[in-house]
């Protein structure tokens, strides 16, 4: 029954990071910093303690900042608390003491538009600069986190941004030709930067028609229910576009539902927590290789 799905399926949607790319980070040299002070490599340590340091990396991310960090450097910073990341809050967060000083304070490292939402004392002027940073660096594919901490005061300064390159995997494109020489249609699904997702997927020759979240359905946030004119109203729209960017895992599975309501034998790639409902969904679904227990499931 499953090689008879595998065979019959028209569209294929597939998660990026780690799906369509090797999900191994590399850091650039690239660090824009908003707080006077600051570098590339306290910008690092302060990602540090946003993430359990003294535990071994959850994700791609976490390895590569604990492994820029001289970890050893950190044995007077206790966590008092921490806040995991989570794939619709879009950030991490810890509660750390100085041991030393004895001083209190947040650090969290995330998406940047989640983040800057956090600084109370962002001006226009900031925005503006913030905004014009992540607009250059992702219109080249160039990955972004937001690192921020609060001040004696309690309030949230933004520090600056980290930032990284996931390549794509090597037969990624060959796959991709592949699929369409036989009728497939591929469609990208990822939670990152619209304009990230738009460099991506041109290079994958996908197509850059990329819808992000302001389009595209939601569940009823009462009941949790699908929209009930989903494909009547959603169908075209989603059949016409290429991908889909800063998306919720929600929209991943609305977005397979929406193909199958339409008839279309649809696929679904992953390999993380927030994509097990759409990989559940799908007439086909694919967990990769190092995908989590939840999408495996």
Same mark, same amino acid.
């Given at each position: 029954?499953?090689?008879?799905?595998?065979?019959?399926?028209?569209?294929l949607?597939?998660?990026?990071t780690?799906?369509?790319?090797?999900?191994?980070?590399?850091?650039?040299?690239?660090?824009?910093?908003?707080?006077?002070?600051?570098s590339?490599?306290?910008?690092?340590?302060?990602?540090?303690?946003a993430?359990k340091?003294?535990?071994?990396?959850?994700?791609?991310?976490?390895?590569?900042?604990?492994?820029a960090?001289?970890?050893?450097?950190l044995?007077?910073?206790?966590?008092?608390?921490?806040?995991?990341?989570?794939?619709?809050?879009k950030?991490?967060?810890?509660?750390?003491?100085?041991?030393?000083? +004895?001083?209190?304070? =947040?650090?969290?490292? *995330?998406?940047?538009?989640? %983040?800057? @939402?956090?600084?109370? #004392?962002?001006n226009?002027?900031?925005?503006?600069?913030?905004?014009?940073?992540?607009?250059?660096?992702?219109?080249r594919?160039?990955?972004?986190?937001?690192?921020?901490?609060t001040?004696?005061?309690?309030?949230?300064?933004?520090?600056?941004?980290?930032?990284?390159?996931d390549?794509?995997?090597?037969?990624?494109?060959?796959?991709?030709?592949?699929?369409?020489?036989? +009728?497939?249609?591929? =469609?990208?699904?990822? *939670?990152?930067?619209?304009? %990230?997702? @738009?460099?991506?997927? #041109?290079?994958?020759m996908?197509?850059?028609?990329?819808?992000?979240?302001?389009?595209?359905?939601?569940?009823?946030?009462?009941?949790?229910?699908?929209?009930?004119?989903?494909?009547?109203?959603?169908?075209?729209?989603?059949?016409?576009?290429?991908?889909?960017?800063?998306?919720?895992?929600?929209?991943?599975y609305?977005?397979?539902?929406?193909?199958?309501?339409?008839?279309?034998?649809?696929g679904?790639?992953?390999? *993380?927590?927030?994509?097990?409902?759409?990989?559940?969904?799908?007439?086909?679904?694919?967990?990769?290789?190092?995908?989590?227990?939840?999408?495996?499931?």
């Amino acid at each position: 029954s499953a090689i008879e799905d595998m065979a019959g399926m028209a569209i294929l949607c597939s998660d990026k990071t780690g799906t369509m790319t090797l999900n191994k980070m590399q850091l650039q040299p690239e660090a824009p910093i908003y707080c006077k002070g600051e570098s590339q490599y306290s910008l690092l340590r302060y990602a540090a303690l946003a993430a359990k340091w003294k535990e071994p990396a959850k994700d791609a991310l976490d390895t590569l900042i604990l492994g820029a960090v001289d970890v050893m450097s950190l044995g007077h910073m206790e966590l008092l608390e921490h806040m995991p990341f989570d794939p619709v809050v879009k950030r991490t967060e810890g509660t750390v003491r100085d041991q030393v000083t +004895g001083a209190v304070f =947040k650090v969290t490292k *995330g998406a940047p538009h989640v %983040i800057l @939402k956090l600084v109370q #004392r962002a001006n226009d002027s900031m925005i503006s600069q913030v905004e014009s940073d992540i607009f250059e660096l992702c219109s080249r594919g160039v990955r972004c986190l937001a690192v921020a901490r609060t001040d004696p005061l309690g309030e949230w300064v933004l520090l600056g941004l980290l930032t990284f390159l996931d390549p794509p995997r090597p037969d990624t494109l060959q796959t991709i030709l592949d699929s369409k020489k036989y +009728g497939v249609a591929v =469609k990208m699904i990822t *939670g990152d930067h619209l304009l %990230i997702a @738009k460099e991506t997927s #041109r290079r994958l020759m996908l197509g850059t028609e990329i819808l992000s979240p302001n389009v595209l359905p939601n569940l009823d946030p009462l009941t949790g229910q699908k929209p009930a004119d989903l494909s009547d109203q959603y169908g075209a729209m989603i059949l016409e576009a290429d991908g889909f960017a800063e998306v919720f895992p929600e929209h991943k599975y609305l977005i397979v539902e929406c193909l199958r309501e339409m008839g279309f034998k649809t696929g679904m790639t992953g390999d *993380g927590v927030n994509d097990a409902p759409a990989l559940k969904r799908a007439d086909v679904g694919i967990a990769v290789q190092g995908s989590t227990d939840a999408a495996r499931a």
